[in-house]
Antibody, heavy 123, light 108 residues
C-alpha cells in the first residue's frame, strides 16, 4: 500500500524558515518524480514544486521561486521542502504527491497524495 | 502558464441524477494531459481520470472524462451519496502544471 506521510508543519513568523518532510513507502520511491501541492484554507489546489526521480529536473511555481527548495533522498525514501522567507500568503496545507509516470519528467497526473501538513505564517 | 476555468462553481443535484462538469483551458492542452480529482472535506484529493478519459485504478465506471484541446468534461452518470464533493481539473501537458478552481457538487 502506497503511503505518503508529511511532517514539519507548524506556526512560524513571517520571514522565518521551515522544512517539510514526506516519508514514502509502498512503492519504489526512486522510480518516480514527486511534488508538493498546497491548499490555502478554503481555497483550491496550487502546485508548488516538483522533482524528478533522479533530482535531475526540478521546477517551482513563480510564487515560491527563489524562496523554496525541493530535494529528495532516495536512500531514505524521503522528499523535502525547505521554505525560507515565509510570507502570510504561504499559509496552507502542504501535500506531498506522487507522480504517476515511471521515471518521467516533473509533470504528470498525481496518483497518490499524503494527508498534508499545515503551515501557518503569522506574527 | 495555462489557466483552467471550471464551471459551474457549484452544481446542486439529487442522488441518481447526472452531473456534467466543465473545464476550459486558456490554450490547448498538449496530448490531452488533463486529469480530474475528487476532494471531500478533510481529505486529500483523489485521482479519478487521467489522460482526459482514462479512469484511475478503482474508480467506478459511473465516472467518465472526455474532451480535447481546450474543452474537457467530467461526467458522473448517476450520483451516489459519496460523490458529493469538490472536483478539480489539472493540466500537466505544459509546465507548470495547473489546477482549475474547482466545482462543488452539492446535494439539492
Amino acid at each position: 500500500e502506497v503511503q505518503l506521510v508529511e511532517s514539519g508543519g507548524g506556526l512560524v513568523q513571517p520571514g522565518r524558515s521551515l522544512r517539510l518532510s514526506c516519508a514514502a513507502s509502498g512503492f519504489t520511491f526512486d522510480d518516480y518524480a514527486m511534488h508538493w501541492v498546497r491548499q490555502a484554507p478554503g481555497k483550491g489546489l496550487e502546485w508548488v514544486s516538483g522533482i524528478s526521480w533522479n533530482s535531475g529536473s526540478i521546477g517551482y511555481a513563480d510564487s515560491v521561486k527563489g524562496r523554496f527548495t525541493i530535494s529528495r533522498d532516495n536512500a531514505k525514501n524521503s522528499l523535502y521542502l525547505q521554505m525560507n522567507s515565509l510570507r502570510a500568503e504561504d499559509t496552507a496545507l502542504y501535500y506531498c504527491a506522487k507522480d504517476s509516470m515511471v521515471r518521467g519528467v516533473i509533470s504528470a497526473d498525481l496518483d497518490y497524495w499524503g494527508q498534508g501538513t499545515l503551515v501557518t505564517v503569522s506574527s | 502558464e495555462i489557466v483552467l476555468t471550471q464551471s459551474p462553481g457549484t452544481l446542486s443535484l439529487s442522488p441518481g441524477e447526472r452531473a456534467t462538469l466543465s473545464c476550459r483551458a486558456s490554450q490547448s492542452v498538449s496530448s490531452s494531459y488533463l486529469a480530474w480529482y475528487q476532494q471531500k472535506p478533510g481529505q486529500a484529493p483523489r485521482l479519478l481520470i487521467y489522460g482526459a478519459s482514462s479512469r484511475a485504478t478503482g474508480i467506478p465506471d459511473r465516472f467518465s472524462g472526455s474532451g480535447s484541446g481546450t474543452d474537457f468534461t467530467l461526467t458522473i452518470s448517476r450520483l451516489e451519496p459519496e460523490d458529493f464533493a469538490v472536483y478539480y481539473c489539472q493540466q500537466y501537458g505544459s509546465s507548470p502544471m495547473t489546477f482549475g478552481q474547482g466545482t462543488k457538487v452539492e446535494i439539492k
